[in-house]
């Protein structure tokens, strides 16, 4: 059975939930998982990780205060291990990491995978082409698959066993370093992790009007906004927020369009949504197409209703 | 200041593909192209970098030779000379490949600075700018959405799970540009007419086989067909009663 290397990220101590995805989605095709964990707190995180499908885990606490020192550390350990496969989330910094510890490795990368099978050494993968308008089934014959795996998709293994951790230095050779992370204004859940979206478009009229979309995201609790990119180009709200091809594509169990006509250029970034209600005063909106529940009227009404 | 902007040509964002009859191809029958997205970010901020500190900015791409087109529009806009690696199979090379052509003309051209779009938005690999930086053994930055960069070192912020990410990196470097970090321009009809008398060179490569091959190429399938569930607020009801007892969000 070849070794899976997974990188597991967390905050202040805790996995994040997409890498505990990405480590069940190795585990769902081999028994020899080794997890990689960076950072300060990253042994507290380790120790849990047997549990969710890791057969060991490598800790490097002095890693992480750099992009491309990180990546040398990751490679060394899929070197280290004989990994024949690496794997993390498709999150900000899995996509940072992942194609420069490809590269390392000779390897081209798998972005944003939907699919994972394997058989033996030699993997096919599904993912998205053209943001999704196509599904793309591709058989890697890299030296070591990597591959990046989208949220929300692969499940979590609860019921795994103990793991060693072990602990290994990082590099100081590097030319890039973070510097500082501060906190984003505004909402605390990014549109692209939240279990429920709330997306507001060019109908809900001007930026003061998103207040409705904010108190219902704060009545659901676990909500985030979004927005369509013709309100992100106004300036009513910030890049981060924008749903879409050229924005984030998210995938949460509930996406709630709110004044937003649905153009393909949208549709694309949320359409993988598990339900999709539209609200449009427009009977005729594209988004009705795609729309699992749609609410025909004035948003003005409707939302405060629904909060 | 030597500045390369790295582009591709894309299917417009509008297209509804279709699958070519061997099932594991785009059908071309009907594509137009445009410069990706975020490729024009790039070519923007690198004409921004020319005009603060003086130098020369290059777009280079790996594809056919009809990609001039697209690189006109760059050099329309302020860039001053195009490259085309010449790869008539583009459409079959993956980001791996890419990286390792597009890196090794990098590497011959005394460049401080190399920007690229987030993402290309055709395969959504998000990977050529660090594959290449990789490659090189330069600094690289994703998703950056500002930049401060004087030649040697420089400063660039990103937006990730964690916040606001401000890195600091030295030169030579591959930063690869987000949303919200320039505005691209439009090309005035001065700008058009200078391009026409721009270089643009062809050079020939051939780059490694793809470590992917395509088995399979097909529309997702369709969701099922939903239902309008009413009018106004009074359907509110009905909604939240369908999200519980149907669909089981709630
Ligand atoms: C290269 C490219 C990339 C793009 N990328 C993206 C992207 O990533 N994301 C994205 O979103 N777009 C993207 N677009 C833009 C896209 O084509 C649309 O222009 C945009 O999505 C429209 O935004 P909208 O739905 O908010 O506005 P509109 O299309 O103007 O729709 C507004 C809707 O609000 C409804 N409405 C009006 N008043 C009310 C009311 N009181 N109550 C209820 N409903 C009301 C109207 O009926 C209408 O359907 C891209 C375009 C291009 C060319
Ligand atoms: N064939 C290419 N030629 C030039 N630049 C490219 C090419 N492919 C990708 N790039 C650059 O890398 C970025 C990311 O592409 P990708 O990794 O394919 O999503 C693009 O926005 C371009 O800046």
């Known amino acids: 059975m070849s070794t899976i290397i997974v990188h597991v990220e967390h905050t202040g101590g805790t996995a994040r939930r997409a890498s505990l995805e990405a480590l069940g989605a190795a585990r769902s095709v081999s028994d020899s998982v080794v997890a990689v964990i960076a950072g300060e707190g990253c042994e507290a995180a380790g120790a849990t990780l047997g549990k969710h499908g890791a057969s060991k885990v490598v800790a490097l606490p002095a890693a992480g205060k750099s992009p491309d020192g990180l990546a040398k550390d990751v490679a060394k350990v899929v070197g280290d291990e004989g990994g024949k496969a690496f794997l993390c989330a498709a999150t900000a910094q899995g996509r940072d990491l992942a194609p420069r510890v490809a590269a390392l490795l000779g390897s081209t990368l798998f972005s944003d995978c939907t699919g994972l099978t394997a058989a033996g050494d030699s993997y096919t993968i599904q993912r998205p082409w053209l943001a999704g308008k196509l599904t793309a089934t591709l058989e890697s014959s890299a030296p070591v698959l990597c591959a990046t795996l989208r949220r929300n998709t692969f499940g979590v293994v609860e019921d795994g066993g103990d793991a060693q951790v072990i602990t290994a230095d990082a590099t100081t050779d590097f030319t890039t370093f973070i510097k500082e992370i501060s906190a984003k204004s505004g909402a605390a859940l990014d549109v692209s992790e939240a279990p429920v979206v709330i997306s507001g478009g060019r109908g809900l009229g001007e930026p003061e009007n998103f207040k409705i979309l904010e108190d219902l995201a704060a009545a659901f609790g676990n909500a985030a906004v979004g927005a369509s990119r013709a309100v992100v180009d106004a300036g009513w709200r910030p890049h981060g927020e924008q749903v879409g091809q050229t924005g984030k594509t998210v995938s949460p169990q509930l996406y709630i369009a709110v004044g937003i006509s649905g153009a393909i250029q949208h549709v694309a970034g949320m359409k993988t949504s598990k339900v999709i209600v539209a609200i449009n005063k427009d009977a005729d909106a594209p988004i009705f197409k795609l729309a699992d529940y749609g609410l025909v009227g004035d948003a003005f009404e409707i939302v405060p209703a629904l909060t | ?250």
């Open chain 2, 1 to 250: 200041m030597n500045i390369i902007a790295c582009v591709k040509r894309v299917p417009t964002t509008d297209i509804q593909p279709k699958v070519a009859a061997d099932g594991t191809s785009l059908d071309p029958a009907g594509v137009k192209y445009m410069l990706s997205f975020y490729d024009d970010i790039a070519v923007e901020q690198g004409v921004q970098l020319k005009e603060a500190h003086g130098g020369e900015v290059t777009v280079l791409t790996l594809g056919p030779a009809d990609s001039a087109k697209e690189l006109r529009e760059c050099l329309a806009k302020g860039a001053d000379k195009a490259v085309i690696l010449k790869d008539d199979a583009w459409t079959s090379r993956d980001a791996f490949a890419t990286a390792q052509a597009l890196s090794s003309a990098i590497g011959g051209m005394d460049a401080q600075i190399v920007l690229c779009g987030r993402v290309a938005t055709d395969r959504d690999n998000a990977a050529v700018g660090p594959m290449v930086a990789t490659l090189l053994g330069w600094s690289c930055v994703t998703d950056v959405i500002e930049l401060k960069f004087d030649g040697t070192k420089g400063t660039a912020k990103r937006e990730s799970e964690a916040g606001i990410e401000t890195l600091e990196f030295t030169a030579p470097a591959v930063i690869t540009c987000q949303k919200g970090l320039a505005e691209p321009r439009y090309a005035g009809l001065k700008g058009i007419m200078a391009a026409k008398k721009k270089p643009v060179d062809e050079v020939d490569v051939s780059p490694a086989a793809p470590q992917a091959t395509v088995k399979q190429l097909e529309l997702p399938p369709a969701r099922p067909a939903g239902r309008i569930v009413g009018e106004g607020a009074a359907a509110v009801d009905a909604l939240v009663d369908a999200l519980r007892n149907e669909a089981k969000v709630l």
